[in-house]
């Protein structure tokens, strides 16, 4: 028992750079941009917004820029990174596939559908709303998931390989029906395209307070069956045999999975590889207990989300900005490298 | 204890058990043999309610398993399956953990009373220095082990073993065994699916044998464990001897005419168990 609070007392020193990264790319998210602020306005700006006693900085357009602009935005791709990194390690899980990521089930295919469908009949203008489209994204997802479960429900339970073959028709029939919106409304082609490519420019309170309550949502599902989570690594007849009821398992995490995917992707469109890449370096670096990967792919997807916004939308002279998508990939993808790598020669901790 | 009868069991509409009526009381310790296909696994798995049955009951202390609920069945019934499936990145204490589940309330997590058992279990099985390890270093022999002191976490009234010993060395067979008859003395009722029919015939006191499906032989060991019933059961040519220091009877197959390699010609004792060719 000792060993057991020992053992956790470790893996918690062992998260805290985790955390610690999350926060100095916050901090850096607060600090970057092309309107000048000062180190210390933007801590006085920050203390203040957590209720600290400090005076406000001389120039008030820097709270204005600081929290509404930046810190916002950082905040929610904080969140969108950990929503990704969490939905891809139960995708990889449940699923028990290492290729699985959040897009698995067709979600993003639906979300970006519903999308496009709001950006080509101008809901947004219609509703008066600029989260028509966002919550149009979400409905998508929604249907998505549904009909995916519902076709592999058919097809002979919720096991793993009818659940990603129909996931695979429905991403491939969405993105036909996505062609074909875009081939019957061509003005809307480069918003939609800009929207499915993703990102965080002009995202903020609005879009904060609809991903929020999917987040938490998401996070209790999962957190609920997290225990199961890892049983359903060992197989259906394993499960059965511990006394998991592994059909109400997957469900319920196939659907919470699904639910933080959709939310992310209505929020700030499709962005690739931190689904996939923040669980397999947190299992290789951690180890695979669910209960520790779990919050650890979150500290680690949120955080590089949100360096790589940073990045992209500081990087390009002249405030243009990169896709976020693009900067993931880019930085991920070697530090995925050098990882296998590593794993390979035994490097393991 | 456990009671079938009727029992039809089977994959996708495949049936492999085709006629089941077994009784087993509690404190049992039967050996379930049989050739390749014979439905060992099969009755393992129906029994531990993966496989729902076809038609018949399967019922544990008088209550149908199919109407348990998941962890109280659990609670009854532990498994060491055949070629479990592993994970890589999981540690053998988590896996051991594991079999704490059934135990667990629907929002608590595995507490001290938990950790101790599953200490418990990994000491008695010898795999406790291997706790902090990951599955994907293990051996198939450590990971057998593995999975049966999981199975002795679970604490269940009855233990089903399917082939837990296919991948051990000799010494670890008999310490297994000798483990489970302690398990057994000590009231766990242990039905086990094996190959290794001598290893059977000495810690099992009664054999039931499968073919086809059905049940060929069934009865104690010293009444089944026999020249003809072994010769039919397995067709070839099998002579049983007592075991040198126990007594108990012991199998040894008898290499059919051809191009074996034997001791020479001055060997040429075929037992009378020697029915067909």
């Known amino acids: ?349 | 204890m456990i009671r079938c009868q009727g029992l039809r069991s089977g994959y996708h509409g495949r049936p492999v058990l085709q006629g089941i009526d077994l009784e087993v009381a509690a404190g049992e310790m039967v050996g379930i043999l049989g050739p390749n296909g014979a439905g060992k696994t099969t009755l393992l798995l129906t029994l531990s309610g993966v496989l729902s049955p076809g038609s018949g009951t399967v019922r544990l202390d008088g209550t149908d398993v199919a109407a348990m609920a998941d962890r109280e069945r659990a609670r009854k019934v532990a498994a060491v399956p055949q070629r479990g499936e592993s994970a890589r990145e999981l540690t053998v204490r988590s896996l051991v953990l594991m079999g704490r589940y059934p135990y667990l309330s629907f929002l608590g997590g595995y507490g001290p009373g938990d950790e101790a058992a599953a200490a418990a279990a990994m000491e008695a099985v010898g795999v406790a220095d291997l706790a902090p390890r990951r599955l994907g270093e293990l051996s198939g022999g450590e990971f057998q082990r593995v999975l049966t002191a999981r199975a002795l976490a679970q604490e269940s009234d009855v233990l089903l073993l399917d082939e837990a010993s296919a991948s051990l060395d000799v010494a670890r067979k008999i310490e297994l065994y000798q483990l489970l008859a302690a398990r057994n003395a000590a009231g766990t009722t242990i039905l086990a699916a094996l190959h290794d029919i001598n290893l059977a015939a000495l810690f099992c006191r009664r054999l039931v044998f499968l073919k086809g499906g059905r049940i060929e032989a069934d009865g104690p060991t010293a009444a089944v464990f026999t020249q003809p019933t072994l010769s039919r059961i397995y067709e070839t040519d099998i002579i049983v001897i007592p075991h040198p220091t126990t007594g108990l009877p012991q199998a040894l197959a008898v290499p059919g005419p051809g191009p074996a390699p034997g001791p020479g010609p001055g060997c040429t004792g075929h037992g009378p168990g020697r029915s067909r060719q």
Not at chain 1, 122 to 147: H, I, K, M, Y
Not at chain 1, 185 to 192: D, K, T
């Open chain 1, 1 to 349: 028992m000792l060993r057991a609070r020992h053992s956790r007392v470790r893996a918690a020193a062992r998260t805290l750079p985790l955390l610690l990264a999350g926060l100095a790319a916050l901090a850096a998210a607060c600090l970057a941009g092309s309107y000048p602020a000062a180190a210390t306005d933007v801590a006085a700006v920050v203390g203040r917004a957590l209720g600290l006693d400090l005076p406000a900085p001389a120039d008030a357009a820097v709270t204005a820029v600081v929290l509404d602009l930046r810190l916002l935005r950082a905040l929610l791709a904080y969140g969108v990174g950990a929503a990704l990194a969490v939905a891809g390690a139960v995708f990889q899980g449940v699923l028990r596939n290492p290729l699985a990521d959040p897009f698995t089930l067709g979600v993003s295919g639906g979300a970006a559908f519903g999308a496009a469908l709001s950006l080509s009949l101008s809901l947004a203008v219609f509703f008066g709303t600029a989260l028509a489209t966002p919550a149009c994204a979400l409905l998508g997802g929604g249907a998505t998931l549904a009909a995916v479960l519902a076709l592999s429900r058919l097809a002979g339970g919720l096991r793993r390989e009818t659940v990603v073959l129909a996931g695979i028709v429905a991403a491939t029939f969405l993105s036909a029906l996505l062609s074909l919106v875009k081939a019957l409304n061509e003005e809307s082609v480069a918003g939609i395209v800009f929207w499915i490519m993703g990102g965080f420019q002009g995202r903020g309170r609005a879009e904060l307070a609809l991903f929020l309550p999917c987040l938490v949502l998401g996070l209790a599902a999962i957190w609920l069956y997290v225990r199961e989570l890892d049983i359903l690594l060992l197989g259906e007849t394993q499960a059965r045999q511990l006394g998991v009821a592994a059909g109400r398992a997957r469900l319920v995490l196939l659907t919470a999975a699904s639910l933080l995917t959709a939310a992310a992707v209505a929020v700030s469109g499709v962005i690739g590889f931190v689904g996939l890449i923040a669980p397999h370096a947190c299992r290789r670096l951690y180890g695979g207990e669910h209960g520790t990967l779990l919050l650890q792919s979150a500290l680690a997807g949120g955080a590089l989300l949100v360096a790589s916004d940073v990045l992209a939308r500081t990087i390009l002279p002249g405030g243009a900005e990169l896709p976020v998508g693009v900067v993931t990939a880019l930085c991920g993808g070697p530090f995925f490298c050098a990882l296998l790598l590593t794993g390979r020669n035994g490097a393991r901790p």
